[in-house]
């Protein structure tokens, strides 16, 4: 995508390492929390774009350094179970922008933060995996830019309740974010 094709918006919805083999430790107890929190996020990921909001995949490359975004997509649908699922749920729409990351942070080595700056993005709504690791880092680096952020607490797996609930509660009393479930009794909270 040229820098002349990118949207210009104030607001980004970014999807943090949805696209995951699930082959690491601690995996088994992350996939189910892992699969209710991508059906969330691609609920808010449709409402977002029929709002016109830009949506930005922001994934781990795993250690591959000569990895491309479409090629682990594809891998991971054909691979089955859980990471296959969770292709199926969030899988990259026409349009969508997709950055690898190297490090737990969407922010740290990656294109990111001249990416939102281009499209000028001020606040950005950050939904993925998981929640006490990567989301927790990449929502303290849009802190330190100034951004303001919606952390749905529904749209975040981690691999305990306990995990996900110390997460969220840092991240709404030191990082400032929003961490309201985006979803409430089938419908979109508004806001």
Known sequence: MDEQALPRSRRVL???DFIN?????GAGDLAPAALAAAAAAARLARAMRAEG????YANDNFGSW?????TMVAGLARRGGPAAR???LLKPKRGDITVLKPMHSAF???PLDILLDRMGTRSLVIAG???DICVQFTAADGYLRGLKMHVPADCTAAESPGKQQAALAYMKQILKCD???WWRGGSPRTG
């Open 53 to 56: 909001v830009p949506v930005v």
């Open 129 to 131: 995996l998981a929640t």
């Open 66 to 70: 000569q990895s491309d975004f479409n």
């Open 21 to 25: 083999p699930l082959d690491f430790p």
């Open 86 to 88: 969770l292709v199926k």
């Open 14 to 16: 970014l999807l943090v």
């Open 179 to 181: 961490v309201r479930p």
């Open 108 to 110: 740290f080595g990656s």
